[in-house]
């Protein structure tokens, strides 16, 4: 009968109560620094009441808090608009200053030396108590051009005569358009302003002119003539501007037969007034 051995129930230690590995062989030493001391990790510390790091959920709230504020986007827009407009007022004062005192610019002239009235009838039927006028004028208009280099071109002038205690026209014609260069004078000599025998008057319009072409009483006179204007400074041009020139203190007599009568005047200086717009001028 065999005898079975069987293992021991502790593995051999070595001599410094270690175990010792399977096979037998014992575990190398450890390895010693200089200082004498065996190699080992260092041990990390962490405290046990450390709070632990939870990242922040995303909120709408706050993202939409970093925009900035419609107010603030509307103050900003309102101020730098405000700011460009005035820094374009300025530039543009600047510039019509500039060239004020650079062409020193000036309105035409216009005067009226004479004034001839030819006719002026006021008849008023009897069956229908109708007033019909019929007047004829005729006036000499001088225009002066007073700058070096500035230039008007002239459309057609609307003329009216009329009465200065009614202000009722009495006729009305019509002056050609014309060029006037630097320094320029041009004259237009017989300007024909008169009254169709056909027009027809409203009673109160009738009455008014009555009174005023009372025989021997003399009858105060207006001249007034619109139109527009082209100027041109250089290679700067304007679009077409009004201008109303008035030519008044005019006085005389209405004429009893074919001989006309003259009207004068202690200014023959017309009034010329000329909305000249700094924004419609262009290159």
């Not at 009897?126 to 500035?150: A, G, M, R, Y």
Request: hydrophobic share 35%.
């Amino acid at each position: 009968m065999t005898d079975r051995v069987f293992p021991a129930s502790k593995p051999p230690t070595a001599t410094n109560g270690a175990p010792t590995p399977t096979g037998g062989a014992l575990p190398p030493p450890p390895s010693v620094n200089g200082n004498g001391t065996a190699n080992q990790k260092p041990k990390i510390y962490i405290p046990a009441n450390r709070p632990v790091y939870r990242p922040q959920p995303y909120s709408r709230h706050h993202h939409h808090q970093t925009r900035p504020s419609c107010r603030r986007v509307c103050c900003c827009c309102c101020f730098w608009s405000i700011l460009i407009l005035l820094v374009l007022a300025l530039m543009a004062s600047i510039a019509a200053t500039a060239v004020y005192v650079i062409y020193h610019p000036r309105p035409p002239l216009f005067s009226v030396p004479s004034l001839r009235i030819g006719r002026v009838n006021l008849t008023t039927s009897s069956d229908t108590s109708v007033s019909h006028l019929s007047s004829f004028f005729n006036f000499t208009l001088i225009s002066v051009n007073p700058n070096q280099h500035l230039t008007f071109s002239y459309d057609h002038f609307a003329v009216a005569v009329k009465s200065v205690k009614s202000n009722e026209m009495l006729a009305n014609g019509t002056v050609p358009g014309f060029f006037s260069g630097n320094g320029n004078k041009t004259s237009f000599r017989s300007v024909i302003a008169t009254s169709t025998s056909a027009r027809e008057l409203d009673p109160e319009e009738a009455r008014r002119l009555k009174s005023d072409l009372t025989r021997g009483a003399r009858v105060g006179l207006e001249i007034e003539m619109r139109t527009k204007v082209k100027m041109q400074m250089g290679k700067l041009k304007s679009e077409g501007v009004e201008i109303k020139v008035t030519c008044g203190g005019f006085e005389g007599t209405v004429p009893k037969g074919k001989v006309p009568t003259v009207a004068t005047s202690k200014q023959t200086k017309c009034k010329s007034d000329l909305s000249v717009k700094v924004w419609k001028w262009s290159l």
